[in-house]
């Protein structure tokens, strides 16, 4: 238990403690401003960072790494902008409670799941960071295929009233995800000889166009029909405000969440938005209320809140043992490490075993200073853009999602893309297709490839490679059984509703 | 007192005359200079521009500011250099090989030899035969052996098709005349990291990846003719007297096409300078990799070399 002499040194270290909070709060502020990412502060941020002793310099950028992640479910709720890309999920409830006064209490919610799920997730890491590298390690390109194959049946749960449409959806998402290189053979596909299709299309400007640029066009054509006659956002006083009573039924959610994003955290490369949106899958199909999930639910803002954040922690496993980044942040604080001549290894709890765990320590307090500052300075943040009318606040919302969409990379190319997949948002909003089913399937189409054919690469019997690994099977008898029971139900629900599909 | 003030006068208009005729390499650097590396941050190369960037302190004048425009295998980066106003401001540090290679095998306008001015090349990346601590393969020889038994029964993981990891594994698996099958993966990390848990027979990676995994995988060759200066345990393939492709990765800056020569030379003996450093060496020791420091001409003429060694294999695989 290293976990508590470090706790006990970092909380006797003042200017350690000051770093922390200012860190959590300069993460949150990044996060919630659409066009600011954690990740692209802390690549700022790096080079500062070298003048300043290891701890302070990693636990500096693990905390607004991790605080970053939180502060991206701000500009969710607010804005229906996803500050990064695993806050997308948190905006399909999170956006319809701000549209209706509940800003406040949404993002109540939102913090609260954070800190369950990311000290879930923390936990886990500390006391079993030699195992999570371990089993990291036995799982393969057939194992990770078999994980992405079982994750696919969560597009089942988001569907929507069309099977069809749903399935239409969930392949355009898949076909777009096919452009760029081959991840096998590395030639380009689909780029129709353009330079900058063949870097692919990015996630970031995808969902800010289908989502942001897609809803501003999709209430733009609103207006023009109801002649302004909109509701404006209010905020009251019961809206800002949480209960105990409402947060319990999310209670289960955040639970099964922190559990989904850890989980997914310990296989390097999934990373937050899989986690983000196989909770809220997962939630939909369990809950008790499926029929107010996506018009503003707040266990809906719960389940993906926990999971992506839950990532953040068990991630730090592989990153430490094996030097695999899960994520641009990884990436950066890998960076760090060795800057500061710490080499990243297995041998790392050998060597550096009290800087590693005083750095557990300090993310642990970092979660409880976002928390903090969140629940308290959040609704205050919420009753002051609400007070902005729509008529001003969609034209900023409209202009932030061109400083996103190019801020990300720095590239002009992504503000066409954003555009390009605003028009499509709005088109596929329009005539009823699934935009949640689409991006998920974006998501997931990319890793699942990859992984499906390095498996028949490996192996010497073809795709009974899938059969032959036990770990691999499990989780393709555990997608095709989830599978099953949703079709179960599904007929169960028609028989018992003729006429509609009931669950959306 | 009189001839010291001449004597001084006199240095003062040789001063001024000279920094006149060469007023444009005295005016440089003004600015920060903008080192684009074309990978994300974290890898390799980024290192070695970091810790450029942290030992040119006291050398340069000015920042050192490293900007990271990753994508299309390093292309993309690589563009956006090629067409930067050429007044020093704006470089390129990228890992040569990977570079030389993409241009061979995409579709592109930029021409690793041409397209720029090489600056200096400061450090070397070079690639490795792998097997995991557990393999049965004692000696490159056994996997050759293996491999002639039972021809393509073998599976071996490098870290994206086209890289000169896999070029490197290519020229291995042809000089040798035998078979394997090769499983791609996405960079550096997660192949190593697929190497330890044995999906693969053996794997082609940067002999660097080795630091601190000493426990978990055995290096059986490093893929040059001789040693490597800092990962000295482990032998050469021209030691071991087993053919090989000579294909490494030399870390080189670039300028723009365009930048004065005497800004260009300027940024040529900062480097040399750094390179030299303790601090430069010492930041790069932990990653497994040091300075290696070759003037703009000799890298140049490294490139060119390795140009003609891998054209044969790159032909194998576009076709």
Request: proline letters at 5%; charged letters at 15%; hydrophobic letters at 50%.
């Amino acid at each position: 238990m290293e976990i508590f002499p470090a706790l006990l040194s970092v909380l006797t270290d003042p200017t350690l403690l000051f770093a922390i909070v200012l860190a959590a709060a300069v993460g949150m502020i990044v996060g919630a401003t659409p066009g600011l990412t954690a990740s692209a502060a802390i690549a700022m941020l790096l080079p500062i960072t070298f003048y300043m002793p290891p701890l302070f310099a990693l636990a500096f950028l693990y905390v607004i790494g991790k605080s970053g992640r939180y502060g991206g479910s701000i500009a969710a709720i607010l804005f229906n902008t996803p500050g990064t890309a695993a806050s997308a999920a948190t905006q399909i409830d999170g956006y319809p409670l701000a549209r209706s006064g509940k800003a406040g209490k949404a993002m109540k919610v939102a913090t609260i799941s954070s800190i369950i799920g990311d000290l879930m997730g923390d936990i886990l890491l500390v006391v079993g960071v030699g195992f999570i590298a371990a089993i990291a390690l036995k799982l393969g390109p057939p194992e990770t295929f078999a994980i992405y194959f079982a994750a696919f049946v969560v597009i089942g749960s988001v569907i929507g009233k069309s099977i069809v449409k749903g399935l239409a959806s969930a392949l355009l998402g898949i076909l777009i995800a096919m452009v760029g290189l081959d991840p096998i053979s590395s030639e380009e596909r689909y780029t129709f000889g353009s330079f900058d299709l063949s870097n692919g299309v990015g996630l970031v400007p995808l969902m800010i166009g289908v989502f942001v640029l897609g809803e501003v066009f999709a209430q733009m054509e609103e207006r023009r029909k109801a002649k302004g006659d909109i509701e404006e956002n209010e905020s009251s006083e019961s809206g800002n405000s949480l209960s105990w009573e409402e947060y319990k039924p999310c209670l289960p959610h955040a639970f099964r969440g922190g559990f989904i994003g850890a989980g997914i955290g310990v296989l390097p490369g999934l990373g937050s938005a899989i986690a983000a949106f196989i909770s809220y899958g997962e939630g939909k199909r369990r809950a008790k209320n499926p029929e107010k999930w996506g018009k503003g639910a707040l266990e809906g803002v719960a389940a993906p809140e926990a999971a992506n954040n839950a990532v953040s922690g068990p991630s730090m496993a592989p990153l430490l043992t094996l030097g695999i980044p899960g994520s641009t942040i990884g990436a950066i604080l890998l960076g760090v490490f060795l800057i500061h001549g710490i080499q990243v290894g297995p041998t790392l709890f050998l060597t550096d075993k009290e800087l590693v765990y005083q750095l557990f320590a300090c993310g642990m307090l970092g979660i409880i200073a976002y928390g903090v500052i969140g629940y308290f300075g959040a609704t205050q943040v919420a009753r002051l853009i609400l007070k902005i009318p729509t008529n001003v606040l969609y034209p900023m919302i409209f202009l932030t999602a061109f400083v996103a969409a190019y801020s990300a990379r720095g590239s002009m190319f992504d503000v066409t893309v954003m555009t390009v997949a605003g028009f499509g948002g709005w088109l596929m909003r329009k005539y009823d297709f699934n935009i949640a089913a689409c991006v998920i399937s974006f998501v997931l189409a990319k890793g699942a490839e990859e992984t499906f054919r390095q498996s028949l690469l490996m192996s010497e019997s073809g795709p009974l490679v899938f059969v032959e690994r036990p770990i691999a099977l499990a989780f393709l008898i555990l997608g095709l059984a989830a599978m099953a029971f949703r079709i179960r139900g599904i007929l169960k629900e028609r028989r018992i509703a003729q006429g509609g599909l009931g669950d959306a | 007192m009189k001839r010291r003030t001449f004597v001084s006068a006199a240095v003062a208009a040789i001063a001024v005359t000279v920094s006149t005729t060469a007023s444009m390499a005295a005016d440089w650097p003004k600015r920060p200079i903008n080192l684009v590396v074309p990978y994300k941050a974290g890898g390799g190369t980024d290192a070695y521009a970091r810790a450029i960037s942290a030992a040119a302190e006291g050398i340069l004048d000015v920042p050192v500011v490293v900007v990271n425009k990753p994508g299309s295998g390093g292309l993309n980066g690589a563009n956006s250099v090629v067409g930067a106003r050429p007044d020093g401001y704006t470089m390129m540090m990228t890992s040569g090989g990977s570079f030389l290679l993409s241009t061979m095998t995409r579709d592109t306008e930029i021409d690793a030899l041409e397209s720029f001015q090489f600056v200096a090349q400061v450090g070397q990346l070079q690639t490795s035969l792998m097997v995991p601590k557990n393999s049965p393969f004692q000696s490159v020889q056994d996997v050759i052996d293996a491999a002639k038994a039972n021809p393509g029964s073998l599976r071996w993981a490098h870290s994206g098709r086209g890289g000169f990891h896999h070029v490197g594994g290519l020229g291995f698996l042809a000089n040798n005349g035998i078979e394997a099958q090769d499983v791609p993966f996405k960079g550096g990390g997660p192949t190593r990291a697929a190497l330890i848990g044995s999906q693969a027979d053996f794997g082609f990676l940067g002999v660097q990846q080795l630091a601190g995994f000493e426990e978990q995988l055995r290096a059986l060759a490093v893929n040059s003719q001789d040693r490597d200066g800092i990962m000295k345990n482990v032998p050469s393939f021209g030691e071991l007297g087993i053919p090989f492709a000579a294909v490494s990765s030399p870390v080189i800056v670039f300028a723009p096409k365009d930048t004065p020569a005497d800004v260009v030379a300027a940024m040529e003996a900062a480097l040399a300078q750094i390179a030299e450093k303790p601090e430069f060496a010492e930041l790069l020791a932990s990653r497994g990799t040091g300075p290696v420091y070759q003037n703009g001409a000799d890298a140049k003429a490294t490139l060119t070399s390795m140009k003609a060694d891998a054209t044969p294999l790159v032909e194998s695989l576009t076709n």
